[in-house]
T-cell receptor, first 116, second 112 residues
Framework: DAGVIQSPRHEVTEMGQEVTLRCKPISGHNSLFWYRQTMMRGLELLIYFNNNVPIDDSGMPEDRFSAKMPNASFSTLKIQPSEPRDSAVYFC??????????????FGPGTRLTVT | QQQVKQSPQSLIVQKGGISIINCAYENTAFDYFPWYQQFPGKGPALLIAIRPDVSEKKEGRFTISFNKSAKQFSLHIMDSQPGDSATYFCAAKRSGNTPLVFGKGTRLSVIA
């Protein structure tokens, strides 16, 4: 079974450029989470979706960040314009929420973003 | 405000020894407490999890101890092996479709 798929695995870009990170959740999962990991702040939730609808985006740092989930099998996280402080590893995770119960979250391998 | 506090930040244990990582939380609405293991270059992977209706859960060499009154839980790794060297994260979540709240992580090194 394929796990959560993220692309690209590594991204190096210059300050001011647009960056788009992509995620394909596990088939059948209906919740999707975007996290950011840095040494200073650890793992932080940015936004999460249920049935393709954003539920909580309070973790999105600022208006430069946006996320979409156009269908059950694809989500994007976009940063425009990017800044050096956005350098981090971005993880996507998915889980199944059914019958009032939330099941295990599975994480993707992450995208390491470096903004120079 | 950090909702889940994890300690220590780093830990060095001899092969065969016991590794102990501690976490404390404030939100009494949390009802699910997982531990994740992360190797370099990989995403976190669920190791073991507990709900507050039990005080201990054991899976192989890994045990979670849970103290509801103290709002603390810990991970014990028995007979620690070099292959256990990784970063460990505790987390907590409320019931329903809610996200995980993570501790800052503990980097464990098991030396021979």
């Amino acid at each position: 079974d394929a796990g959560v798929i993220q692309s690209p695995r590594h991204e190096v870009t210059e300050m001011g450029q647009e960056v788009t990170l992509r995620c394909k959740p596990i088939s059948g999962h209906n919740s999707l989470f975007w996290y950011r990991q840095t040494m200073m702040r650890g793992l932080e939730l940015l936004i999460y979706f249920n049935n393709n609808v954003p539920i909580d985006d309070s973790g999105m740092p600022e208006d430069r960040f946006s996320a979409k989930m156009p269908n059950a099998s694809f989500s994007t996280l976009k940063i425009q314009p990017s800044e050096p402080r956005d350098s981090a590893v971005y993880f996507c995770a998915s889980s199944l929420y059914a019958g009032g119960r939330s099941y295990e979250q599975y994480f993707g391998p992450g995208t390491r973003l470096t903004v120079t | 405000q950090q909702q889940v506090k994890q300690s220590p930040q780093s830990l060095i244990v001899q092969k065969g020894g016991i590794s102990i990582i501690n976490c404390a939380y404030e939100n009494t609405a949390f009802d699910y407490f997982p531990w994740y293991q992360q190797f370099p270059g990989k995403g976190p992977a669920l190791l073991i999890a507990i709900r507050p209706d039990v005080s201990e859960k054991k899976e192989g060499r890994f045990t979670i101890s849970f103290n509801k009154s103290a709002k603390q839980f810990s991970l014990h790794i028995m007979d620690s092996q070099p292959g256990d060297s990784a970063t460990y994260f505790c987390a907590a979540k409320r019931s329903g479709n809610t996200p995980l709240v993570f501790g800052k992580g503990t980097r464990l090194s098991v030396i021979a």
